[in-house]
């Protein structure tokens, strides 16, 4: 039976701070980091790939904004959708280009994904996540009345709108999802960490203006698909306690406890590695085998535990 593994690509594989955010490079941008998941598809694993959004979603409510009073003001659930989208069709398209020409027969999907939350998640009265442009005071004042955004100050730079970000509970579509990567497809889902959505009393779904971390649906999709392995891709090369210090320390592997145990003592902070390493303890705590967290340009070693660090059920 052919394993299975669910790879987190982080913002950076698509969109990159060094470059100009065009159409054009992040479709370079994205040819480029398939590399690594190439030697894990020609290994025989089967593959759920997810990404995140931040840029791209950043970018389309931008345009909203813009198109205010002459176009239909979009939510930040279509927001979210439209990105899932569009960049499932550069990834997916960029790797069925390469597995044309390295004569893998594998077939890729991209499939749109709606994430439960619960209705009385905490973070939906009292959101934190930053998303969108810089505004003056006097804008954040206007458009809290206006618009009724929540806004709120983000390190000294300007004043920002912020959204909730609750925990994901459920993929809608995992089942589906499930059966595609067991029959050997590539699929490209919970993109951006997908939709929010919520159940109403008589069952429905009903979205909520919201978004999910893509690190926690990632890991929250491996466990129910089942796979052994969840491969987080970000900027960097190794996880590291310390950071940044003269004592600074990298990590080759350690056991979730011991995750669990730095994380409290505040070495993975809420901004930057917090989310990974929560993501990490959670599918290994919910029965996976492996995590490893690792940069974009050393994903195929990472894959084949040649770098990076690997997070283990212990």
Same mark, same amino acid.
Not at 48 to 65: D, S, Y
């Given at each position: 039976?052919?394993k299975?593994?669910?790879i987190? /690509?982080?913002?950076?594989? &698509?969109?990159?701070?060094?470059?100009?955010?065009?159409?054009?490079?992040?479709?370079?941008?994205?040819r480029?980091?398939?590399? +690594?998941?190439?030697?894990?598809i020609r290994?025989g694993?089967?593959?759920a790939?997810?990404?995140?959004?931040?840029?791209q979603?950043g970018n389309?409510?931008?345009?909203v904004? /813009? !198109?205010?009073?002459?176009a *239909?003001?979009? $939510?930040?659930?279509?927001?979210v959708?439209?990105?899932?989208? =569009?960049?499932?069709?550069?990834?997916?398209?960029?790797?069925?280009?390469?597995?044309?020409?390295?004569?893998?027969?594998?077939?890729?999907?991209?499939i749109?994904?709606?994430?439960?939350?619960?209705?009385?998640?905490?973070?939906? !009265?009292?959101?934190?996540?930053? &998303?969108?442009q810089?505004?003056?005071?006097?804008?954040?004042?206007?458009?809290?009345?206006?618009r +009724?955004w929540?806004?709120?100050?983000?390190?000294n730079? @300007?004043?920002?709108?912020?959204? *909730?970000? $609750?925990?994901?509970?459920?993929?809608?579509? =995992?089942?589906i &999802?499930?059966?595609?990567?067991?029959?050997?497809?590539?699929?490209?889902?919970?993109?951006?960490? =997908?939709? $929010?959505?919520y159940?109403?009393?008589d069952?429905t779904?009903?979205?909520v203006?919201?978004v999910?971390?893509?690190?926690?649906?990632s890991?929250?999709?491996?466990?129910?698909?089942? !796979?052994?392995?969840l491969?987080?891709?970000?900027?960097?090369?190794?996880?590291?306690?310390?950071?940044?210090?003269?004592?600074?320390?990298?990590?080759d592997?350690?056991?979730?406890?011991?995750?669990?145990?730095y /994380?409290?003592q505040?070495?993975?902070? $809420?901004?930057?590695?917090?989310?990974?390493?929560?993501a990490?303890?959670?599918? /290994?705590r919910?029965? @996976?085998?492996?995590v490893v967290?690792?940069?974009?340009?050393?994903?195929?070693?990472?894959?084949?535990?040649?770098?990076?660090?690997? &997070?283990?059920r212990?």
């Amino acid at each position: 039976m052919s394993k299975t593994a669910v790879i987190a /690509l982080g913002g950076n594989a &698509i969109t990159r701070k060094e470059v100009e955010d065009t159409i054009t490079n992040q479709f370079a941008n994205t040819r480029s980091s398939l590399y +690594g998941l190439i030697e894990l598809i020609r290994s025989g694993y089967n593959i759920a790939i997810t990404h995140g959004n931040g840029p791209q979603v950043g970018n389309a409510i931008l345009r909203v904004e /813009l !198109a205010r009073g002459k176009a *239909p003001i979009l $939510p930040l659930g279509i927001c979210v959708a439209d990105t899932e989208g =569009g960049m499932g069709y550069m990834i997916g398209q960029s790797l069925q280009n390469r597995l044309y020409r390295d004569k893998i027969q594998r077939e890729v999907v991209t499939i749109i994904t709606q994430v439960e939350v619960n209705k009385d998640d905490p973070e939906l !009265a009292n959101p934190s996540k930053f &998303i969108g442009q810089f505004y003056s005071e006097q804008e954040a004042v206007l458009f809290q009345t206006e618009r +009724g955004w929540v806004m709120k100050e983000d390190s000294n730079r @300007g004043w920002r709108r912020v959204v *909730p970000s $609750p925990i994901p509970k459920k993929i809608v579509e =995992g089942r589906i &999802i499930a059966q595609l990567v067991d029959s050997g497809v590539i699929v490209i889902a919970a993109g951006g960490g =997908g939709i $929010p959505v919520y159940v109403e009393k008589d069952g429905t779904l009903e979205g909520v203006d919201a978004v999910i971390d893509k690190d926690r649906a990632s890991a929250l999709l491996a466990n129910q698909i089942s !796979a052994e392995m969840l491969i987080i891709l970000t900027n960097i090369e190794k996880v590291a306690v310390n950071f940044g210090k003269p004592n600074q320390k990298l990590i080759d592997e350690m056991t979730a406890s011991e995750a669990e145990e730095y /994380l409290r003592q505040g070495h993975f902070p $809420p901004g930057s590695m917090g989310p990974k390493m929560e993501a990490a303890i959670d599918f /290994l705590r919910n029965g @996976g085998t492996k995590v490893v967290v690792s940069s974009i340009d050393k994903a195929a070693e990472a894959v084949f535990g040649n770098a990076g660090t690997v &997070i283990t059920r212990g």
